[in-house]
Nanobody, 115 residues
């Protein structure tokens, strides 16, 4: 069984910054990628950023230049630095781990951007 524990999140004003972290533990044979998704009320879950074991990254167009994903392979952790936050970034953010062919998910952490 694989567990993903997220930390960070909270309330921030527009233009502010937040950092999210996620630690994976349990029976992990191989991690192919880790990343972050988000889901706003009434919307589908969407990819925010992903980083592969080799370090390749992919970002949603809406966060490029503002968010940075990083990973520590030795510690099985992934982080998301979010800068210049906008109200439209408000959502529940989920950590994800891909170990082909399975995806594992964290419980989610709320990020609210509001003045």
């Amino acid at each position: 069984q694989v567990q993903l524990v997220e930390s960070g999140g909270g309330l921030v004003q527009p233009g502010g910054s937040l950092s999210l972290s996620c630690a994976a533990s349990g029976s992990i044979f191989r991690i192919d990628a880790m990343g972050w998704y988000r889901q706003a009320p009434g919307k589908q879950r969407e990819l925010v950023a992903v980083i592969t074991r080799g370090g390749s990254t992919n970002y949603a167009d809406s966060v490029k230049g503002r968010f940075t994903i990083s990973r520590d392979n030795a510690k099985n952790t992934v982080s998301l630095q979010m800068n210049s936050l906008k109200p439209e970034d408000t959502a529940v953010y989920y950590c994800a781990l891909r170990s082909i062919p399975t995806y594992y998910w964290g419980q989610g952490t709320q990020v609210t951007v509001s003045s």
